[in-house]
T-cell receptor, first 109, second 112 residues
């Protein structure tokens, strides 16, 4: 089976930075996605990494280290609307997407 | 239609009944997927289709069936619903099986 681990919950202050870690042990690797999901809504795409290194888009950055099976998502200048669940997902060797259980981030004023 | 839609939005179903969840996309994506999302377990893949006319089993396929007669539609059928199938069901599509997936709004299903 696939093993994708991320913290269950995190709390951060408005205007600050939060880093959400994800470790994975999967049968094959073809890329890693981060999705955002607000309560009661569908997941939406945030970022994609397939090679080691940094991907940046607006206030969101993601880093991948394939050799260690590790990624993190960095959210900067946090806003109240960033309160949501953040899902780490790996495309495995058979090209299926396997998700972690998600990290619920609460942004406080 | 814009994007990916699901119907119904929510449903309460008696155990033993047959139910089909509908999913339609207008983006001409080749690949489509069905997931269920349960508290603490994250999204789990039920069935998928890499292209029209083909389907495959995901992580939790038992009790579910799918068909992919054309590019746009990917219905999920519960032949005889059981309470453990109470969940939120998300349909998704992607241009190919290694691209970003786009998710529908979800169907909240309760089996009593």
């Amino acid at each position: 089976g696939q093993n994708i681990d991320q913290p269950t919950e995190m709390t951060a202050t408005e205007g600050a930075i939060v880093q959400i870690n994800c470790t994975y042990q999967t049968s094959g690797f073809n890329g890693l996605f981060w999705y955002q999901q607000h309560a009661g809504e569908a997941p939406t795409f945030l970022s994609y990494n397939v090679l080691d290194g940094l991907e940046e888009k607006g206030r969101c950055s993601s880093v991948l280290s394939r050799s260690t099976g590790y990624s993190y998502l960095l959210l900067k200048e946090l806003q109240m609307k960033d309160s949501a669940s953040y899902l780490c997902a790996v495309i495995t060797g058979d090209y299926k997407l396997s998700f972690g259980a998600g990290t619920t981030v609460t942004v406080r004023a | 239609i814009a994007g990916i839609t699901q119907a119904p939005t929510s449903q309460i179903l008696a155990a033993g009944r047959r139910m089909t969840l509908r999913c339609t996309q207008d983006m001409r994506h080749n690949a489509m997927y069905w997931y269920r999302q349960d508290l603490g377990l994250g999204l789990r893949l039920i069935h998928y289709s890499n292209t029209a006319g083909t389907t495959g089993k995901g992580e939790v396929p038992d009790g579910y069936s799918v068909s992919r007669a054309n590019t746009d539609d990917f219905p999920l059928t519960l032949a005889s619903a059981v309470p453990s199938q109470t969940s939120v069901y998300f349909c998704a599509s992607s241009p190919d099986n290694y691209n970003e997936q786009f998710f529908g709004p979800g169907t909240r299903l309760t089996v009593l």
